[in-house]
């Protein structure tokens, strides 16, 4: 798949998808992709598979009342890691209920990635892509968390000089060593939500001094750690996001 593709999912949702062999190629791949001008882009982190259904319900909320609709009413690009599983997927189904039209784009592992109408994936952990994503880019790797570097990079390039933020909700080791230290490299921002379970609460409470953890504090030292409890602050949560990313 060197050429951006239609992907048609089984419930009538479509996508356009591209692989991509080297970052190299990465400017051109996601202007190929219909991304040719810079947005204010918001990159999603967080649980997958480890994202137990009581955390997901609760979530349901932030995504419906304050990502979609911010994003929608600013023409942000969101960035996650594509597949039907955890936040992933409460992205996906929110923006199919709030109706929206922003591109949302999921950066996946191209051998861990189930197409529709296949049953393709490299192993047990193979995961199906969220159908209501507008754009996959798939990406070189062996396992889950090698999509990160990637994540980073694109959304460094999509958003130029509109702007970009990290938010990170719950999480596990991929979240902690990957996706949070990528965007740091790239200077970008990292809200995490306390009280979202696991790497985002052990972050916050670092970032908050609630506790120590050697290996959290050279994250919180870089500066760029914001950390925000979405259940007792929502409309900071709104003000963050828009300070970072209002075009």
């Avoid at 692989?19 to 996601?30: F, G, K």
């Avoid at 259904?53 to 600013?74: G, H, M, V, W």
């Avoid at 990290?166 to 060593?177: Q, S, V």
């Avoid at 790497?199 to 750690?225: C, F, K, N, Y």
């Amino acid at each position: 798949m060197k050429t951006s593709t239609k992907l048609a999912f089984p419930q009538g949702q479509t996508a356009i998808a591209q692989a991509v062999d080297e970052i190299a190629r990465l400017p051109e791949t996601l202007n190929e992709l219909g991304f040719k001008q810079p947005h204010p882009t918001l990159v999603l982190i967080g649980g997958a598979s480890g994202l137990t259904p009581n955390d997901a319900e609760k979530l349901q909320t932030l995504f419906q009342d304050a990502i979609c609709p911010l994003a929608e009413a600013s023409g942000w690009i969101v960035i996650d890691g594509g597949t039907d599983a955890g936040i992933m997927g409460l992205m996906g189904q929110a923006y199919r209920q709030m109706n929206c039209t922003f591109s949302l784009l999921g950066i996946v592992v191209q051998n861990k990635a189930i197409l529709p109408a296949t049953e393709q994936g490299a192993g047990a952990d193979a995961a199906q892509l969220e159908p209501h994503h507008t754009h996959f880019l798939l990406v070189p790797g062996c396992q889950w968390g090698d999509e990160s570097a990637w994540i980073a990079q694109a959304a460094t390039l999509l958003a130029q000089h509109q702007g970009s933020v990290t938010l990170a909700i719950n999480g596990g080791e991929i979240t902690l060593k990957q996706d949070i230290p990528n965007s740091l490299k790239h200077q970008r921002p990292v809200v995490v939500l306390a009280g979202t379970g696991r790497t985002a609460d052990r972050v916050a409470s670092v970032a908050d001094g609630q506790t120590q953890d050697a290996e959290i504090q050279p994250l919180v030292d870089s500066g760029l750690i914001i950390s925000i409890d979405w259940r007792k602050q929502p409309e900071a949560l709104k003000q963050v996001l828009q300070k970072f990313l209002m075009p």
